[in-house]
């Protein structure tokens, strides 16, 4: 079935780049996604991209695609203590189908 | 953004009792939303898809005669978590996408469910 990999933590200083990570497995994603959630809050939508792009920039994120390798990076610039959340990587196949949801990656910043 | 406004925030209940919660499309029309579970520290597990005047379609281990989903309109659908059990206490959020096919989609704010 269709699986979304994400490391579970990353640490950084305030006013550096962070980078997160996600691997899936389906080939046939039409769209993927990156969330933010704050503690027991609900999810956040941060951004997405096509599956037949590469690279997406808003702001502070750069969100790059590597289809070949099925892999995806989420990169926020000057990160700051207001960006420490969990941040969760996700696919779909577009239309009215379900968002499969990587595990989270906790972003801590160091003040 | 469009906005998924999701009801009650949290509720405690006692075991045995029901209890209903409601996730609304405010600016759109959502012929299809989702239900999801979130345990603490992990990921949503995706429980049903709710389908606008027709039968939720249920993942796999989900107990339908437990969580009776209802979507009676474009902009509405409904969880009743029915007698429950404090196993059933767990973060419970919905989705919506916009029903013209637009990529994003959003989240309710997310419903905490303490059983006791």
């Known amino acids: 079935g269709e699986d979304v990999e994400q490391s579970l933590f990353l640490s950084v200083r305030e006013g550096d780049s962070s980078v997160i990570n996600c691997t899936y497995t389906d080939s046939s994603s039409t769209y993927l996604y990156w969330y933010k959630q704050e503690p027991g809050a609900g999810l956040q939508l941060l951004t997405y991209?096509?599956?037949?792009?590469d690279m997406k920039q808003d702001q502070r994120l750069t969100v790059l695609l590597n289809k070949k390798d099925k892999h995806l990076s989420l990169r926020i610039a000057d990160t700051q203590t207001g960006d420490s959340a969990i941040y969760f990587c996700?696919?779909?196949?577009?239309?009215?189908?379900?968002?499969?949801f990587g595990k989270g990656t906790r972003l801590s910043v160091i003040a | 953004g469009a906005v998924v406004s999701q009801h009650p925030s949290w509720v405690i209940c006692k075991s045995g009792t029901s209890v209903k919660i409601e996730c609304r499309s405010l600016?759109?029309?959502?012929?299809?939303m989702f239900w999801y579970r979130q345990f603490p520290k992990q990921s949503l597990m995706l429980m049903a898809t709710?389908?606008?005047?027709?039968?939720?379609?249920?993942e796999q281990g989900v107990e339908k005669d437990k969580f009776l989903i209802n979507h009676a309109s474009l902009t509405l659908s409904t969880l009743t978590v029915t007698s429950a059990h404090p196993e059933d206490s767990s973060f419970y959020i919905c989705s919506a996408r916009d029903q013209q096919g637009a990529p994003e989609a959003f989240f309710g704010q997310g419903t905490r469910l303490t059983v006791v």
């Open positions: 991209i096509f599956s037949n792009m």
């Open positions: 600016d759109f029309q959502a012929t299809t």
């Open positions: 996700a696919e779909t196949h577009g239309g009215n189908t379900p968002l499969v």
């Open positions: 709710s389908n606008e005047g027709s039968k939720a379609t249920y």
